[in-house]
């Protein structure tokens, strides 16, 4: 028996791949009442050995209509809509430090997570980013208008979420032993139902 092609196919089972469409991946989908539940359960997923890219945000309004021409009024309407753009997570902490100007722009302007479902927030802030890297900006006056600029633009979402009913946080699962660790962890910081679907894994992915 070829043990190598039985974990290759069980593994194709679980993700969905099939020979007749897209691979499809899970996701685990939380929705948070607070920005405080949101970080920790960021948290505790963090030192569950979830990495960043396997944590999602929904973009903020102006992306969305941007890419999509349309912004939903709810996040229910969002929550399992693949191509509703989105962006990884920003600290609080990072916006304050050097690495939050060098590593934090860019990831809310360039967001890639496992499944390719990402869509790119913009060149704007990729820009900025750039630029203050050549000046050195987070050593000097420029770092902390930066930074300030970067803790506007990780709120602004945040606040647009939470008056759509919530702020939504996808997971990237791997398996079933992680799906129900991160079902296990959102449900401790929302009252609302931990959800679980499958979305097409685009060439990003």
């Not at 349309?70 to 693949?82: F, L, R, S």
């Not at 990884?88 to 050097?98: D, L």
């Not at 946080?169 to 799906?179: I, P, Q």
Request: proline share 4%; net charge negative.
């Amino acid at each position: 028996m070829d043990t190598n092609s039985d974990t290759q196919a069980n593994s194709a089972a679980w993700t969905g791949a099939d020979t007749t469409g897209p691979a499809m991946v899970r996701e685990a989908v939380g929705v948070f009442d607070t920005r405080e539940a949101l970080q920790n359960a960021i948290d505790e997923l963090s030192l569950a050995g979830f990495e960043r890219h396997e944590l999602s945000l929904m973009a903020n309004d102006e992306t969305i209509r941007r890419e999509t021409g349309d912004v939903p009024d709810t996040v229910e309407e969002a929550k399992h809509d693949p191509a509703v753009p989105r962006q990884s997570y920003v600290s609080p902490e990072e916006t304050g430090n050097a690495q939050g100007v060098a590593i934090g722009i860019p990831a809310y302007v360039g967001a890639v997570i496992a499944t390719g479902a990402v869509l790119a927030t913009g060149g704007t802030a990729l820009a900025a980013a750039a630029a203050a890297a050549a000046a050195g900006a987070a050593g000097g006056g420029l770092g902390g208008i930066l930074s300030g600029w970067l803790g506007d633009k990780r709120n602004e979402p945040l606040s647009q979420h939470l008056e759509k009913g919530g702020i939504l946080l996808w997971v990237n699962l791997r398996n079933d032993e992680r799906e129900r660790v991160a079902r296990d962890i959102l449900a401790r910081h929302t009252n609302l139902p931990v959800d679980v679907h499958e979305v097409p894994q685009t060439a990003a992915g």
